[in-house]
């Protein structure tokens, strides 16, 4: 009957045992996680391979088995000069000075300090500015209009562009066109708006917008603003893309001024297409 209860207790003792392995380790009888955060992920602005913003936005993920306590995070591999600070799943980012490859470094720790791996990710700080069409994405019902806008963010110096976008003339067709008023980009930093082109072709589903800033003393318009507002009226249901060239200085007419001087020159652009859908 002894040697029963003492293999008994050698079961229990070896199971507790290979629990206290597994689980972690024991500190003055009590157990501590031992287990690293897995997964660790950073993406910048959702993964885009470009942007044209020194300010970045960061999405962050980790898994514990526990919980995931803090982050340190770093423009450098070493990460020289940074502190942990709360975990979170976004944060603004501001990358280094200078245009190009730029990467951010991450690494997660639990609430028991368990280290994850080493986390990066990567994105091209570029010399241009960015059109988009805004919102990206809207919906309207077949017979009614809305009114989409051409931005152009982060511009420096911009004096003059020329776009020339497409649509599917059997889903909508334009009505109008404006560029110049409050929230306009060359109105808002000054500028006389010339309107040099501003036609539409139902029937080819394209559209041309030239504008310039003209002013004295106008040295280019700075900041984010409208080139353009357009208005469609939806005709049949259906989805279009609200359409130009996407990638860097394809088919584009965007000029600035050069930096202390009365020259220009070409302005490299992203462009971003939109989508309606006629319901």
């Not at 776009?163 to 008023?181: C, K, N, Q």
């Not at 965007?254 to 202390?260: P, Q, T």
């Amino acid at each position: 009957m002894v040697k029963t209860a003492n293999k008994l207790i050698l079961i229990i003792t070896l199971l507790t045992g290979l629990i206290l392995l597994t689980v972690g380790c024991s500190e003055n009888g009590v157990v501590r996680n031992t287990i690293n955060p897995e997964n660790p992920s950073v993406t910048i602005n959702d993964g885009v391979a470009y942007t044209t913003s020194q300010t970045v936005i960061l999405s962050l993920s980790c898994e514990d088995d526990i919980k995931v306590g803090t982050m340190l995070l770093s423009n450098d591999a070493k990460f020289t000069g940074s502190e942990w600070e709360p975990y979170q799943t976004s944060k603004t980012w501001t990358l280094t000075d200078g245009f190009g490859i730029k990467t951010v470094y991450v690494r997660f720790a639990d609430e028991t300090n368990n280290l994850s791996d080493i986390t990066q990710s990567t994105i091209e700080y570029i010399d241009a500015v960015t059109l988009k069409i805004n919102p990206s994405t809207i919906g309207l019902n077949k017979g009614e209009t809305t009114t989409v806008s051409v931005v152009a963010e982060d511009a420096v110096k911009l004096i003059s562009a020329e776009i020339t976008l497409s649509f599917d003339p059997a889903i909508v067709v334009v009505e109008d066109i404006h560029t110049s008023g409050t929230g306009f980009l060359f109105s808002d930093n000054g500028a006389n708006v010339i309107t040099a082109e501003r036609h539409f072709d139902n029937n080819a589903g394209t559209l041309t917008i030239g504008v310039l800033g003209q002013n004295e003393g106008f040295t280019g318009a700075t900041g984010t603003g409208y080139l353009a507002t357009i208005t469609f009226k939806g005709i049949k249901t259906g989805n279009t893309m609200i359409h130009f060239e996407s990638g860097i200085n394809e088919n584009q007419k965007i000029y600035r001024y050069l930096e202390n001087s009365d020259d220009y020159e070409d302005y490299p652009t992203l462009k971003y297409n939109g989508q309606i859908t006629v319901n």
